[in-house]
Nanobody, 125 residues
Framework: QVQLVESGGGLVQAGGSLRLSCAAS????????MGWFRQAPGKEREFVAS????????YYADSVKGRFTISRDNAKNTVYLQMNSLKPEDTAVYYC??????????????????WGQGTQVTVSS
């Protein structure tokens, strides 16, 4: 089992920045990827970014490329999502996720096995 706890959400004006953190505990050595997803009201959960735990290779959704940066601190078992140039359409609940069953990267929520409780990000115009 892997437990994930997110922090860092909040309210920010358009053009502003936020940094989300996700602290992992438990069987973290079994994790292949750590990722961030988001879900806006009435919409499906969508992929935002992911990082391979071993080599740090990163993946991004086209909608956030160039604005968001995912990073990790292996010593702290923590993943970060730096969000810059935020837009109102970035408003959503952001979830941290961990993939432990497969070493094959996935953009789909079904490819991740453990989830945090979510943190709200609201971007005002």
């Amino acid at each position: 089992q892997v437990q994930l706890v997110e922090s860092g959400g909040g309210l920010v004006q358009a053009g502003g920045s936020l940094r989300l953190s996700c602290a992992a505990s438990g069987r973290t050595f079994s994790t292949y990827y750590m990722g961030w997803f988001r879900q806006a009201p009435g919409k499906e959960r969508e992929f935002v970014a992911s990082i391979k735990w071993t080599n740090g290779h990163t993946y991004y959704a086209d909608s956030v490329k160039g604005r968001f940066t995912i990073s990790r601190d292996n010593a702290k078992n923590t993943v970060y999502l730096q969000m810059n140039s935020l837009k109102p359409e970035d408003t959503a609940v952001y979830y941290c996720a961990a993939a432990a069953r497969s070493s094959i990267f996935s953009y789909q929520p079904s490819g991740y096995d453990y989830w945090g409780q979510g943190t709200q990000v609201t971007v005002s115009s």
